[in-house]
């Protein structure tokens, strides 16, 4: 880990041309060492939280008596790099607690190159990946959990993931995290004290007590634990692959639900020979469709490994939008895919596709597939019309109620495989110590084990970590942020 007490400068706006872009100093020398390159008012002086206009100068030492008296830069010198908007911020009030200050530049990336090689000249150093969160982490302004809901919220892609990652912010997993670890750090002292009076064999922990509040922390821990389903599927987004037989209609339903032409439609058997992904957001959910190969026997090499891969899709989607032709696929056909490719955790809808070139409705088709697979392996059953874009919202209604049903209850929802883990590890804490109350077992086991369950709570906050833990969580951080 880098000098926490260095003064560090960075971007805090993304690489490229723009109309400005913003460079974030932070540290106990930042505002003098902005002031040093600064042609305005003395930044030494100025009030917390205001901001002030004025240019940055290359070597500003040159022009001490022009700054101080606020006279205009001869322009033959060259000096001028551009005209700023500085910001300042006071310590212990910005991000990082510490003081800061924001230069608002034009947004040319050989300006932001240049003001930075002054800053870095007159003392700062280039920030590392997430140092400036990490800073507001150390220096207590935020936990472990809200800085990594940071990083959440930028990377936010749809409606769902930016308010979980919002709320997340605004603290309610780490609200959640110390209740939870104050019910157990009362107990655990209450044990502690026990231990040191061994000899006199006495308990001043309530047993019974200790029995309902580790059953009460089993069942709030596996409610948090259940909710990473839902908070994964709106973080990462759902993947659906549309399966089915050449000429099915998948690449021309892909395109009704994208609203654009985005595969090429064909009607000459074969011409998806590789997967084709698109992301559609649909009532603030990120949904990631994959458009597949026509699954059949092939001697085609190239189309043999579009199967496959058609195959894999299957393997690792959520939902499967199974497309067929009644013309071209008999009711054991089906059967017999649904069967092959079911599990327990994917959805599969059929779409009976072209029902606009249907004369009459088939009953039996209809009813020999509904009995074989409703409601154990399939729930849904739609009739449509890829072509005429008929009943495309019904598909887009199941989606979003597979989303929905998803949902485990209105409390907080674990979105991070970090904070899933350490849950889990907890939770196998506090039911040893329920096996441990029931056989009657010694103090000292209870204790080890409800120090166990409180460290695994406390990585997620952060009261518990290292600095391995703590350079790949804010490694993944861009450079300003």
């Known amino acids: 880990m880098k ?12 690489n490229g041309t723009s109309a400005i872009g913003i460079i974030r100093v932070s540290g106990k020398d930042a505002i003098s060492i902005v002031n040093s390159c600064f042609q305005g008012k003395n930044l030494n002086q100025v009030p917390s939280h205001t901001v002030h206009y004025g240019f940055i100068l290359d070597e500003s030492q040159v022009f001490t008596e022009e700054i101080s008296s606020n006279k205009p830069l001869n322009s033959h010198n060259n000096t001028l790099i551009d005209e700023v908007m500085v910001t300042v911020f006071h310590a212990p009030k910005s991000f990082t607690t510490e003081n800061s200050v924001e230069i608002s530049h034009h947004g040319s990336p050989y300006i932001a190159e240049k003001i930075l090689e002054v800053l870095m000249h007159k003392g700062a150093r280039m920030a590392s990946p997430g140092e400036f969160t990490m800073r507001a982490f150390i220096n207590g302004r935020i936990d472990l959990a809200q800085a990594e809901s940071i990083a959440d919220l930028i ?48 308990e001043f922990a309530d047993r019974s007590a200790l029995i309902s509040l580790v059953s009460n922390l089993e069942s709030k821990l596996t409610s948090l634990l259940d909710s990473f389903t839902y908070g994964n599927a709106v973080k990462n987004g759902i993947e659906v692959a549309i399966i089915g037989k050449p000429n099915a209609g998948k690449s021309t339903l892909l395109n009704a639900l994208l609203k654009e032409e985005r595969a090429i439609v064909s009607d000459i058997a074969g011409t998806t020979r590789d997967t084709i992904e698109e992301v559609l957001h649909i009532n603030g959910s990120a949904f990631r469709f994959v458009d597949t190969a026509g699954i059949r ?27 067929f032709d009644e013309q071209d696929s008999s009711p054991d056909e089906i059967i017999s895919f649904v ?47 890829a072509k005429e874009k008929t009943n495309i919202d019904m598909i887009k209604h199941e989606l979003t109620e597979y989303v929905e049903n998803l949902k485990t209850s209105e409390g907080t929802v674990i979105t991070n495989q970090r904070h899933y883990e350490a849950l889990k590890k907890s939770r196998d804490s506090i039911l040893k110590v329920k096996v441990a109350i029931t056989n009657k077992i010694q103090t000292e086991l209870l204790a080890y084990e409800l120090r166990h369950a409180l460290e695994h709570l406390g990585e997620i906050s ?20």
């Open 297 to 323: 026997e092939t001697r085609d090499v190239i189309e043999e490994i579009g199967v496959k891969r058609a195959k894999d899709k299957i393997a690792s989607a959520k939902i499967i939008l199974y497309i």
């Open 155 to 202: 990377a936010a892609e749809n409606e769902a993931s930016r308010q979980l990652a919002l709320n997340h912010l605004k603290g309610d997993i780490s609200d959640e995290i110390t209740t939870l670890r104050d019910d157990l750090l009362n107990f655990t002292s209450l044990l502690e004290l026990e231990l040191d009076f061994a000899e006199e064999d006495v």
């Open 462 to 481: 952060g009261e518990f970590t290292n600095d391995e833990i703590l350079g790949n969580i804010f490694g993944r951080f861009c450079i300003g942020k």
């Open 3 to 14: 000098n926490m007490f260095d003064t560090i400068c960075a971007p805090a706006t993304a």
């Open 339 to 385: 069967k092959e490719y079911w599990r327990k955790d994917l959805k599969i809808i059929l779409l009976q596709n072209k029902i606009d070139t249907i004369q009459g409705v088939d009953n039996l088709y209809i009813e020999a597939i509904k009995s074989a697979l409703m409601p154990a392996y399939v729930q849904s059953y739609l009739g449509i019309s």
